[in-house]
T-cell receptor, first 115, second 115 residues
């Protein structure tokens, strides 16, 4: 398996524009997580899904952020409109729960810069 | 609520020195997992170890060792004979048993190993 795949790796956008980050989890994993890493706040969970259903989105900063998981192999994190303070590295991770419980595997991250 | 504290924000050692990274956690869950991840300068998050709350045996993997002490809520990480390639940010993290490895991260410790 290629691991968790995120795209794009880098994104530079202007304030006010819509940004969509994409994630393909490891096949067979039933949990998917979106994390954000900033200097000020470190690594923080934004939202996670179990079997494509959002379970906890309490970490989503505000209504400008939304996440979807239309199927088991794809998730998006959208910011609309984007602001400079959204600049961060966004990580997607997936894991398998149950009897074959695995650790969370992380993608390479998307470095977002909003100017 | 869960909390992970890594009191050491930055450590600098000379190659071949031993170094211990501290991690203290708080949780009300009786069953939980503890993790260490490494983030090298390239930015990805590399899984190092996962321990469950019922397994207090110390673990050694090559130059790495981990000391889990439930009595002090600590999960410390020691690198023996450090090498320049060990330079990275190291994160300690905590997950409740029923959350699919949803992670609460500590603030990270930046380790610099000088030649």
């Amino acid at each position: 398996d290629a691991g968790v795949i995120q795209s794009p790796r880098h994104e530079v956008t202007e304030m006010g524009q819509e940004v969509t980050l994409r994630c393909k989890p490891i096949s067979g994993h039933d949990y998917l997580f979106w994390y954000r890493q900033t200097m000020m706040r470190g690594l923080e969970l934004l939202i996670y899904f179990n079997n494509n259903v959002p379970i906890d989105d309490s970490g989503m900063p505000e209504d400008r952020f939304s996440a979807k998981m239309p199927n088991a192999s794809f998730s998006t994190l959208k910011i609309q409109p984007s602001e400079p303070r959204d600049s961060a590295v966004y990580f997607c991770a997936s894991s398998l729960a149950g009897t074959q419980n695995t650790e969370a595997f992380f993608g390479q991250g998307t470095r977002l810069t909003v100017v | 609520a869960q909390k992970v504290t890594q009191a050491q924000t930055e450590i600098s050692v000379v190659e071949k020195e031993d170094v211990t990274l501290d991690c203290v956690y708080e949780t009300r869950d009786t069953t939980y997992y503890l993790f260490w991840y490494k983030q090298p300068p390239s930015g990805e998050l590399v899984f190092l170890i996962r321990r469950n709350s019922f397994d207090e045996q110390n673990e050694i993997s090559g130059r790495y060792s981990w000391n889990f002490q439930k009595s002090t809520s600590s999960f410390n990480f020691t690198i023996t004979a450090s090498q320049v390639v060990d330079s990275a940010v190291y994160f300690c993290a905590l997950s409740a048993d029923n959350a699919g490895n949803m992670l609460t991260f500590g603030g990270g410790t930046r380790l610099m190993v000088k030649p």
